[in-house]
């Protein structure tokens, strides 16, 4: 059952790259020309291939490894050795990295976080600080929630859970999105829900 549930999620987030192809005029614009363009070149035909393998395996390391506790580092070292077409970045691990398929390169996580606003007018509890881990987190439960999949956060209490989903939820549009909130504890049993 669980390694049905890796496929679901390996499929969801090829989906979602797929789906991001389309998202903006100009990613459809370019998506467009590359493939008249493999039509006539074997150059841009390989690009695009290239890029339907970096999909594959960003899709690998986050529904596959994603998951994975201890043995990171060794989940690391497979996936650069099975995947050696694709150039991983020397430095850090493949779980450091997403890819950009119109720069055609992988790109650190730190790259997609939001500058620090010092100005910041709200309660010193709802201040959430980017880092690398929560533009991970927020670019999954992304997936998740446009692919309209369940996305299930497993961590001891304290690891920032329930911060990065609210984080998340506070910067989605209220006419598509609906949420809400119940606080579970240890004494929760489902009597009580």
Known sequence: M???AWVESLVCIIDYQMKQQTATKATAEYFRELKKE???TADALEKIKYIYDCYFAFAMIWSFGGCIDE????FNGYLRSSCSKIKFPEAGSVYDYYFDP???K???WMDKVKAFNPDF???FSSLIVGTAETARQKLL???GTESQKGVLYVGTAGTGKTSIV???FKDVDPDTILTTQINFNSYTDSMSL
Do not use: P, T
């Open 102 to 104: 119109i720069d055609m």
């Open 141 to 143: 439960l992304k997936i």
């Open 121 to 123: 007018e709200g309660s």
């Open 2 to 4: 669980v390694e049905i």
């Open 38 to 40: 493999a039509e006539k």
């Open 166 to 168: 609210r984080d998340y």
């Open 106 to 108: 992988w790109v650190n």
């Open 71 to 74: 043995s990171k580092r060794d």
